[in-house]
């Protein structure tokens, strides 16, 4: 077994304790490759942001768990290397069974989310409060999910959003004994996130539902998925360079600002920065049609997601100067 101690990680405890005062959200960005990770470190730095590197499922399959044990070992000493070294915690995104969270804790995961949404209330209930009582062993963190969000992104797939109900989530918390909870407030997965047509708002974020949530369980952490705000420009950006994204729409970086400073402290943001590495790397493709070196596209798309990011953590979630 590798602690993620060893590895120079932290818990999400004491960050989201810090984030509720301060009235400013954990960035928690997704990453796949070494492009994607080198950007997230580089953006975090550059504006002193703790960070949560999430790890889906299919992630881990991707890049192999003994490669994601050395990639996040290089993030905490990369971040010492530019001379900013950022609280980093390494999460398990929508982790699906407790033998997954079990391997993750295992391999140096800091935290963990147990995803039993779509189960029953009473077997979400012991589906979580299982990893809990594992994962505390070892001073892991553990996110669980009460309601679902719609949309599609990697295993995560549901066609309708079932709101979470505030009348659920002491009697949840309180037998589970988890650390955060996820709650479904009209977010959704994928860049597809609504149906609106050319010049429509997509609908507003379902505050009196937080509120609510907040009113029941007060001082606990609270978590937004799927709250990527799809910008237009680089949506345009995409069909320009031959991409054919459509009727795209996400979640307004207003809205998400105004969670941010409430008892939501980790905003979770994955389809904004594949959008901006497709973007970067498809105008390279078609503005330089013979070029074939990896690095010189996949270097601009690490550019571009850094900028990404920067803008995120400075403009929406309010976390720079925080580490």
Not at 182 to 198: L, V
């Amino acid at each position: 077994m590798i602690h993620y101690k060893e590895l120079g990680l932290v818990n999400s405890r004491e960050l989201f304790k810090k984030a509720m005062q301060g009235k400013y959200a954990i960035p928690a960005f997704n990453f796949n490759n070494m492009e994607q990770l080198q950007a997230i470190i580089t953006a975090c730095v550059e504006t002193k942001s703790p960070v949560i590197l999430q790890v889906s499922k299919g992630a881990r399959q991707y890049a192999n768990q003994t490669m994601l044990q050395y990639m996040a070992k290089g993030a905490v000493e990369l971040s010492k290397e530019m001379g900013c070294a950022v609280p980093i915690v390494l999460h398990l995104d929508h982790g699906d069974s407790f033998e997954l969270a079990k391997s993750c804790i295992e391999t140096g995961f800091s935290s963990v989310m147990i995803d039993g949404s779509h189960l029953p209330y009473e077997e979400n209930i012991l589906l979580t409060k299982k990893v809990v009582e594992y994962a505390h062993q070892f001073d892991v963190t553990v996110e669980a999910e009460l309601g679902v969000l719609a949309g599609i992104e990697d295993e995560i797939s549901s066609e309708h959003t079932h709101y979470t109900k505030p009348e659920e989530v002491e009697d949840f918390v309180k037998r589970t004994n988890v650390d955060s909870l996820a709650i479904s407030i009209g977010t959704s997965h994928g860049a597809f996130k609504f149906k609106t047509k050319a010049g429509e708002l997509p609908p507003p974020l379902r505050f009196d539902i937080l509120e609510e949530v907040e009113r029941r369980i007060p001082g606990f952490a609270i978590v937004l998925h799927g709250a990527s705000s799809v910008p237009q420009n680089i949506v345009a950006e995409i069909n320009k360079y031959g991409g054919k994204l459509e009727n795209t729409c996400g979640v307004s970086e207003e809205q998400l600002r105004k969670a941010a400073k409430s008892a939501v402290c980790k905003v979770n943001i994955d389809s904004d920065g594949r959008l901006a590495m497709t973007a970067a790397i498809r105008k390279v493709f078609i503005e330089k049609p013979s070029e074939f070196d990896p690095r010189k596209y996949l270097g601009p798309a690490r550019d571009a997601l850094t900028e990404l990011y920067k803008h995120k953590i400075l403009n929406v979630l309010g976390s720079n100067n925080r580490a």
